[in-house]
């Protein structure tokens, strides 16, 4: 798969026509009239759409920063004022990053929607019932991941689901929330009715290939959906799907080592349920902020954008308090939590952590003019920092990873709480703390409330999901900034807070979208 999302497929600009008198059509490329024709090319097309998450907007970069830096776990440190302004909740609506944003998810809108109006007539002389229908579930879901970005994001978007034909679908008008997420919904409906299991046993080119969407990843992403639209009945019935006699029982468990989720190596593990498929070798150009070509990388800029001083950008760093909530229950052999050290990178000596990339952590960081070295703390999620190498580059192989069976797991507590089972939320917060070899919850807790239960689980997922860009929307989704108290303690948390007006918890619509659609609405950030 990874090798495949490469292989750009053939996505053409339809030819137009200028005036009556000349119409133009590039005999060296195929039209899209003429292109949907075969297997193969049903078959690239959805290929391509996974190509655009690997976009600078998508999750090469841009994406996974700015959201990041909006939580109170993250705060930016980059002479790009960008990357700062952002977790300051003051962006200004002309910035490039959030620009690419919106462009590069719309774009992964766009290829889903070829696929899907260009792929539904086929019929079995082209593709069997099988090889269509998981075609099409996943364009579906790409494009339901794509409205679910962009819609946790910037809150109010334009949804479009078909091709332009005439000029007026240019101009799609921006939707109401209940409109933005019912196709949400209805997107990885489709996908997971039309997804399978695992690609191990179908038929056709795809076959044994890791990496696409799957039935998994469809529910999950569904009861995601449903739980921050607060409708935690559907969220259970869809989350019971993974316990028990559940359909999905089984398919999924949490990898013994928590890191293996963020290193290049066991990738595609038991615990993901989707990732982002990045690869080093292969291509010369780099994926930065222009259209791809067949000669694209394949590579993720995460790592080199997070990494620290003297072996990275150092673009943002973890905040104090969330270094200090690991700090807050030793495990039960006393030590520290051992997500502290796979997520931030800091000068343990009682933890055996006092090297950075492979170098004595003081001299290394000394030398590159860093004061204090030992009270410093940087990311280490997502980062090269102890997998043998000795600095960042732009080109990192490591897969982002978009669904965790943890929060699967941590998500079905949350519902149960919130559908007054508040005891029974306990088995599955401490299957996540048990890897993490934490006491049992309910010996140290027992008996909480469901107020209780809910700043509990608020913490329990600070310190499982930290730095992958899930503490913004979480907050968003919990309403702590529209309660004077939570946003009290989000200041205590970061200072970035301090800034924040109400409205720009979420990006602006960027004044470039604005400035050409004339159907285009502000949001509450504009």
Known sequence: MKKLIYILAGFLLMTVSC????????????????????????????TAIYNSLTQDGTYMRSFPGLTDSRGDDFTGDSPWLDLVLTGQFIIPTTSAPVQWIWRDFYQ???????????VSPYDASILTAEQKSRILGQAYFLRGLAFYNLATTFKLIPIITKVASNPDDYF????????????????????????????????????GQKGRATKGAAAGMLAKSYL???????????LEKFF?????AGVYSLMPNYRDNFKDINENNSESLFEIQFTEGFGTDFNWTFDPTTT????????VTYGMEGAGFSDYLPTRWLYNEFKLEPTVAGKSDPRLLATIASYEPADNSTQAYGQDWITFLSSHGVTNPTTRIYPRKYTNDGLGRAFETPESGINYRVLRYADILLMYAEVLNETNNTA??????QQVRTRANLPNLAT??????????????????????????????????????SDPAKLALLKTHDTDFNSYTPGNEWLPVPQTELDVNRNLLPNPAN
């Open 228 to 238: 921050y639209r607060k409708d935690y009945a559907k969220a259970k019935t869809q």
């Open 444 to 481: 140290v807790k027992p008996n909480m409330t469901q107020a209780q239960m809910r700043d509990q689980l608020a913490h329990e997922r600070a310190l499982e999901f930290a730095i992958e860009g899930q503490r913004i929307v979480d907050l968003i989704r919990w309403g702590w900034f």
């Open 244 to 248: 028990g006699s559940g359909p999905l």
């Open 19 to 46: 005036g009556k008198k000349l119409n133009l059509s590039n005999p060296n490329a195929l039209t899209t009239v003429d292109y949907w024709k075969t297997k193969d090319q049903a078959f690239a097309g959805v």
């Open 172 to 207: 799609t008008p921006t939707a109401t929330e209940d409109v933005i997420w019912n196709q949400i919904f209805s997107d990885f409906q489709n996908a997971e009715a039309n997804l399978p299991i695992s690609y191990a046993s179908v038929t056709g080119p795809d076959q």
């Open 296 to 303: 694209w990388k394949q590579v993720t800029a995460i790592s």
């Open 108 to 118: 992964v809108v766009n290829r889903s929607n070829q696929v899907l109006q260009y």
């Open 424 to 429: 029974g939320a306990y088995t599955y917060i």
